[in-house]
């Protein structure tokens, strides 16, 4: 018999992947229960399923895979303590979120000349910021505490980006506990600090930006925008914030054609790897779909070394997210989950 995977039906290409070898059961996010996960082997998930004892006590499930790279919706210790393995999907849309960070950049009108761009967290999507950030001839500070001690090398601290930066965009997980913990990192005491009117972007989970701070910052003047794609309290964003913010989309920053097929592909490798290790699907995700006219579509594996702020412009209009989020704030669940998929710039 098939073993049985349950997968949110926003997660694209499980089927083509998985569905020969596999009972697929796809199911819209709040419709992944404990009755509905009760007999599946296996989950394939989102950020929009939070997984813990509640969800999971007593299931078959062997295996939760999450098409995003965070992981702060899963139960960790709960999942290991009960021999439920746990994937990610480490850098899947690391080449759309930096395309959106500049997109966000290239709309700004008065950017002055050899701007000092301030990056926090040097991961997936903040190497790629960084690399991006020196090609275009940006003056670069990278923040990263613990590959900082890790590595040694060319990281700044917190303070010199307050002090020095223009531009100050935050790649971080989303993190509670200890020294480098990252819940409301960017707030009333980080705001103190900035020296030089600096736009702030939010491209890495909601609560890492105090929303209450961040109003009061600019309130009183002292940043010359906030870019925002990840919100606290999503999907009942702050309103407030929503208006006075530059740039403001629904979390989709990473939302590319090509991050989705990576997204799916490493989720579905975990998962067949788990459930069936002796014989694993060959996964090529350049030929998981086809354009309209049939052919495959090839999905790039690498990303740009260079990029120009015209060329960023032309692969994505940021601002016509933003006057969407703007207009109809209340959709900003439906704008996410049926997002038209951009095509990342190369």
Known sequence: MKKTIVYDEKVPFVAQLLGKKYNLRPLPADRITRDTAADADALIIRTRTKVDSLLLEGSKCKIVA????????????????????????????????????????????????NPTIGIIGVG????????WSKTLGFNTLACDPPRHRAE?????????IAERAD?????????????DATFHLAGPAFFDALKRRPYILNAARGPVTDTRALLDVLDSDNIAGAMIDCWEGEPDIDLTLLDRATIATPH?????????IRATA?????VDNVLDPETPIELDMSHIIRDSSGQWINIP???????SLEKISGSYDIMADTMTLKTNPEEFENLRNNYNLRNEVI
């Open 252 to 260: 989709i920053a990473g939302y590319s054609l090509e991050g989705k």
């Open 66 to 113: 999450t098409a995003t790279i965070g992981t702060d919706h899963i139960d960790l210790a709960w999942c290991k303590a009960n021999g439920i393995a746990v994937s990610n999907a480490p850098g899947c849309n690391a080449p759309a979120v930096a395309q959106w960070v500049f997109a966000a950049i290239a709309s700004i009108q008065t950017l002055p000349e």
């Open 266 to 270: 490493m989720a579905a490798g975990a």
């Open 167 to 179: 531009i100050i965009t935050f790649h971080t997980p989303l993190t509670t506990q200890g020294p």
């Open 301 to 307: 594996r690498g990303t740009p070394s260079h990029i």
């Open 152 to 160: 040694g090398g060319d990281f700044c601290d917190l303070s010199e």
């Open 124 to 131: 997936n999507v903040g190497s790629i910021v960084r690399q």
